[in-house]
């Protein structure tokens, strides 16, 4: 029993979690263990964890998109400007920040479909495109590079309020979108394309499935989930800036790797994108209770990283051997 779950493929994930948490549970003490310690690395896991869901389907299926760094804050701004600097209702500005997030991620995804472009370039292309839009409509519209807003009540309450004053709401949100898309992943027919897609492109066109649809789908899906990202947090902090979002291009992209899913596509789970999120969150917030010096976060989320690539080579291998070793079902 316990051989075969050491086989599976997000045992290095889980592995690296408790291993890394238990670190940080010795140097931070009672605090870290505490509800200061959960709600810190949970908060963060929920808001990068938003965005890594969907770059972790668009990994298994080989694409990248990098554009999520330029359309959180120009969902934020959208969202600002409508219902901040011209008070109309928040619900509308709400629509416009998501709209956006929609409307970046089906160009995203039509760009790659009828080019021949690789999509990291691709989608660094957009976003620089995006950033360059955001400012210029920001600084002509509001005169600066942020914008305030007063959310109503109920806003407030559904998108930037905290339980407790440490529980930010976007956890739940951020469960419900990982229940949709492990369900998408794992049970619905259109997961086992998205697995096809990231095996052989050519043999998942030839096999009847719609491959340019769904490139487009799940372009489409990140966008969205960058742009719920920016309006919760304009939302939240009652303002938005330009500068905002970069962090999460590779923040999100360093939980989906961590989480075991490969960078050549066609094998992960939604479990280990999990797993490498609040992983990634856990060393990010541990580093502040543990005292240690802020300058060797970086270097322990970079050994973090190449270790994370290196045991889930090796537990695929393991997994591999098995299914090797005991055979087809009879």
């Not at 914008?147 to 709401?169: E, I, N, R, W």
């Not at 905002?244 to 291009?249: D, E, K, M, Q, Y």
Request: include cysteine; proline fraction near 4%; hydrophobic fraction near 55%.
């Amino acid at each position: 029993m316990f051989a075969s779950l050491l086989r599976r493929p997000e045992a290095g994930s889980f592995l690296g979690l408790v291993v890394v948490y238990l670190f940080f549970a010795a140097l931070g003490g009672p605090v870290f263990l505490g509800a200061p310690g959960w709600s810190s690395w949970l908060n963060m896991a929920a808001e990068v964890g938003f965005i890594a869901l969907p770059i972790g389907l668009l990994m298994i299926a080989g694409e990248l998109d990098i554009s999520v760094g330029a359309i959180l804050p120009a969902a934020s701004l959208t969202t600002a400007i409508i219902s901040g600097h011209y008070d109309l209702p928040l619900w509308l500005g709400i629509a416009g920040g998501l709209s956006v997030g929609l409307l970046v991620g089906f160009v995203n995804g039509v760009l790659v479909t009828r080019t021949t472009i690789p999509s990291l370039i691709l989608t660094i292309g957009t976003m620089f495109g995006v950033m360059g839009l955001t400012l210029g409509f920001t600084i002509l519209i509001a005169g600066s590079t942020g914008v305030f807003l007063v959310p109503d009540p109920v806003s407030k309450a559904l998108l930037g309020s905290a339980l407790g004053g440490m529980f930010k709401v976007g956890i739940f949100w951020w469960l419900g979108f990982v229940a949709i898309v492990a369900y998408l992943l794992h049970v619905h027919p259109w997961g086992n394309w998205v697995f096809a897609l990231g095996g052989d492109r050519e043999s998942a066109r030839n096999a009847g499935i719609p491959t340019a649809r769904l490139v487009i789908q799940m372009y489409m899906l990140s966008g969205f989930a960058a742009a719920f990202v920016g309006v919760a947090q304009v939302i939240s902090f009652g303002s938005a800036q330009v500068a905002a979002g970069s962090s999460f291009i590779f923040n999100s992209i360093m939980c989906v790797v961590i989480g075991g899913v490969l960078l050549t596509g066609g094998a992960g789970s939604v479990l280990g994108i999990v797993l490498g999120t609040i992983t990634f969150a856990v060393v990010n917030q541990g580093i502040f209770f543990s005292g240690l010096d802020p300058n060797f976060g970086s270097i322990i989320i970079g050994a973090l990283l190449l270790t994370a690539v290196l045991t889930n080579d090796r537990f695929r291998a393991l997994a591999a051997s098995f299914v090797k070793k005991k055979g087809p079902a009879q």
